[in-house]
């Protein structure tokens, strides 16, 4: 098949329209939250189908690099969970898949329509060899790293992507066929004739947990993020820090430098109406914190400092992991950091409020500057329900029908939410309010079954 007939399809709108499958129970969202709440229902005996949006299972959590307060490999963690979804009997996944329509018709009745996006390669040949990836000449920056590092326009997502199979990016894609020759299967997995695909789901009920999104950073223009290249946000920052990192060294953008005085600034995009985010993200505090931890083993030598506002260390473990920091000479200042400006080396002067020292303004030169970005709410699943409302509250994150009594159930009965979809929250949280969901899924499946 030639690229132009390829190109053709997708251009002209050709899909795949298959007939319809019934499940127990759809679970949006391919992250801790969904998997953990995926696999409570499936060992429960209910028959599940979780509906990722990315070429890969795993969310957030795979890409960290250990976690506060406990400071586990986060991945290590999260893959082997991404591999018991994976190979479970109860439970199908329809990954690089959106939900497009959600219309409910009665109590345990609801209709879905999910498209699956072409990903140009055939799963069931491709073993994940890597040989299309090798044979590709294009290079992109490669969004797992966060740009930090590239990909090629066919790329497997990651090393411990579930499933591993590759998948080809049409955007940056120059129909060059290289990866078709290049691999090695009979006949080669590569497909360019693939077309979108209409997945119908009859379902029983529903499970929402399509998580966060991050604060953009250049919306806090002082800061300069995306303009000076040693600002980075910290995403980066435990991407250079994590096992699967892109270096194996923690270096600055700039000149590839190791930094020896790095400055964290907390609540960037959080606790700010300047930017309509009130509220506060939580975990920033205690990943920022986590990270310099991890900064003064990687490189000892270096000078770590924090500007914060508040320090909140609320959860079990953190208040000393939080004076841990302090005791391995991380600096913490209390202060606002009002602008950034960039000398000519690359390196940076941060402007800060001195709160504890009378609020005089103060100056100090850093190597590198990490932006503590906050948390803000997927909003794209609360247009998906046909006929239906799915409240959310001022900010975008799913609201619950009580706060305090019942805090995983949605406005629309049967469809029920966890994790960073209702709000920012921390990995174990996320895993309890999905362990939560399946439960009241269950219930509800039950009640509207006449099983008592
Ligand atoms: C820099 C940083 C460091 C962190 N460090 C820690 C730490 O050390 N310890 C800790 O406990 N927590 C940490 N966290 C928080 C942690 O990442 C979250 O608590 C966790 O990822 C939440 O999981 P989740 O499943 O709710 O959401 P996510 O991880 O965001 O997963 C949501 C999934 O849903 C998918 N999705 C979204 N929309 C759709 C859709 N419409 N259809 C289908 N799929 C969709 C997404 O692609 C994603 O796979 C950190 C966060 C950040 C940003
Ligand atoms: S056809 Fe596209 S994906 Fe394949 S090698 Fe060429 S540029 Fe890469
Ligand atoms: S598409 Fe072919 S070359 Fe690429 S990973 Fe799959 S089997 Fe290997």
Redesign the pocket.
């Known amino acids: 098949m030639s690229v132009k007939s390829w190109y053709e399809r997708k251009y002209y709108g050709e899909i795949e329209d298959l007939p319809e499958e019934e499940y127990d129970v759809l679970v ?7 998997i953990q709440a995926a696999l409570d229902l499936g060992d429960m005996g209910f028959k599940v189908v979780l ?4 070429p890969s ?5 795979y890409k ?1 690099s ?3 307060p406990t400071m586990d490999c986060a991945s290590c963690i999260a893959t082997p969970r991404m591999a018991q979804v994976f190979h479970h009997p109860m439970i199908d996944l329809l990954i690089y898949s ?2 497009e329509e959600i219309e409910k018709k009665g109590e345990g009745d609801f209709r879905v329509k999910v498209l699956e996006k072409p990903r140009f390669v055939d799963s069931s040949r491709c073993t994940g060899c890597g040989q299309c990836e090798l044979a590709c000449p294009v290079i992109v920056p490669h969004e797992y790293d966060w740009g930090l590092a590239g990909r090629k326009a066919v790329y497997i997502p990651f090393d411990t992507a579930v499933p591993r199979i590759a998948v080809v990016d049409l955007d940056h894609c120059i129909y060059c066929g290289q990866c078709e020759r290049a691999c090695p299967t009979e006949p080669p997995s590569i497909d360019f004739t693939q077309v979108p695909k209409i997945h119908h789901l009859k379902v029983g009920a529903i499970i929402i ?4 999104h ?1 604060f953009d950073a250049r919306l806090k223009e002082n800061y300069h993020f995306g303009e000076y290249p040693n600002v980075i946000h ?2 980066h920052m ?1 991407r250079l820090l994590a096992p699967t990192r892109p270096y194996h060294a923690i270096l600055r953008p700039s000149d590839g430098k190791e930094p020896n005085n790095i400055a964290y600034i907390l609540c960037v995009g959080s606790r700010d109406k300047t930017v309509n985010n009130p509220n506060c993200s939580q ?1 920033c505090c205690m ?1 920022s914190i ?1 990270q310099a931890q991890l900064i003064m083993g990687a490189l000892p030598l270096a000078d770590v400092t924090i500007y914060y506002i508040d320090i909140r260390a609320f959860g079990k473990a953190f208040e000393e992991f939080y004076q841990q920091a302090k005791d391995m000479g991380i600096m913490l200042v209390k202060g606002r950091v009002a602008k950034i400006e960039q000398k000519e080396n690359g390196d940076l002067i941060v402007w800060y409020e001195d709160i504890e020292n009378g609020g005089k303004l103060c100056k100090a030169e850093h190597d590198l500057v990490v932006l503590s970005v906050g948390l803000l709410p ?1 909003k ?2 609360a247009n998906v329900f046909k006929g239906q409302k799915l409240e959310v509250d001022d900010v975008g994150w799913i609201k619950p029908v009580d706060e305090n009594a019942n805090p995983v159930e949605t406005s629309i009965r049967g469809v029920f939410a966890a ?3 209702l709000g920012p ?4 949280d ?1 895993v309890i309010e999905g362990g939560a969901a399946a439960m009241q899924c269950a219930a509800y499946l039950s009640e509207v079954r006449g099983r008592h």
């Open positions: 949006i969202g391919g992250g801790i939250a969904g509906v990722e949006k990315e299972i795993g969310g957030f959590m960290l250990k976690t506060f959106e939900v947990a399509t998580g966060f991050l910290a995403m435990d975990i990943y986590k997927n794209e699943i994790g960073t979809a929250k921390d990995i174990p996320s």
